[in-house]
């Protein structure tokens, strides 16, 4: 991509107003439906990126900007509760806090994509490749959330399911 500063910008730009909309506009219970037993619900996916808007993507970027080395990020290991309980109040804390992540992103310059900080894991980090990363991870939760939503209209689609076989969970 030739300017994945832009492109992530703009990726990273529609996230939270996605997830607005969804949360605005589709039953409650939907959004809580599990589509599978261990699966994430749509609503667990904006949970999930409610936290790494808080303890990963812009913190690991910020780390970048400042030269100090990466924090290591157990999605597994206990963290702190995350006190927004319904998708609303969900979707409330992470269209705020998205829109200080995008503040932070005006500020990165061209000449900042090659700065590099050590991930305790991977080594040498560029802010480029963070960039990337951050934009597919926005979309893979929204796109498995979208997935989960699926979920409760597929078994009656009749003899269209077959339509959606690359999308049924579990």
Do not use: K
């Not at 599978?36 to 970027?61: F, K, N, Q």
């Not at 498995?144 to 579990?170: C, I, K, N, S, Y």
């Amino acid at each position: 991509m030739e300017d994945v500063l832009d492109a992530a910008r703009r990726v990273v730009s529609t996230t939270a107003a996605r997830w607005r909309t969804l949360v605005d506009t589709v039953p409650a219970e939907l959004l809580e439906r599990a589509p599978a037993p261990g699966e994430w619900s749509a609503a667990d996916c904006l949970r999930h990126l409610l936290v790494a808007e808080r303890r990963v993507l812009p913190v690991r970027i910020r780390q970048v900007l400042a030269g100090e080395p990466m924090r290591a990020f157990d999605p597994q290991a206990p963290g702190p509760a995350v006190p927004e309980g319904t998708p609303s109040e969900l979707a409330d804390a992470f269209v705020a806090l998205r829109r200080e992540s995008e503040a932070m992103l005006a500020g990165v310059t061209p000449d900042d994509l090659d700065r590099t900080s050590d991930h305790p894991e991977y080594g040498p980090i560029s802010l480029r490749t963070l960039l990337n990363v951050w934009a597919a991870h926005d979309l893979q939760h929204t796109v498995q959330a979208e997935e989960a939503l699926m979920q409760g209209f597929l078994p009656d689609t009749g003899p269209f399911r077959f339509r959606f076989a690359d999308h049924e969970v579990g």
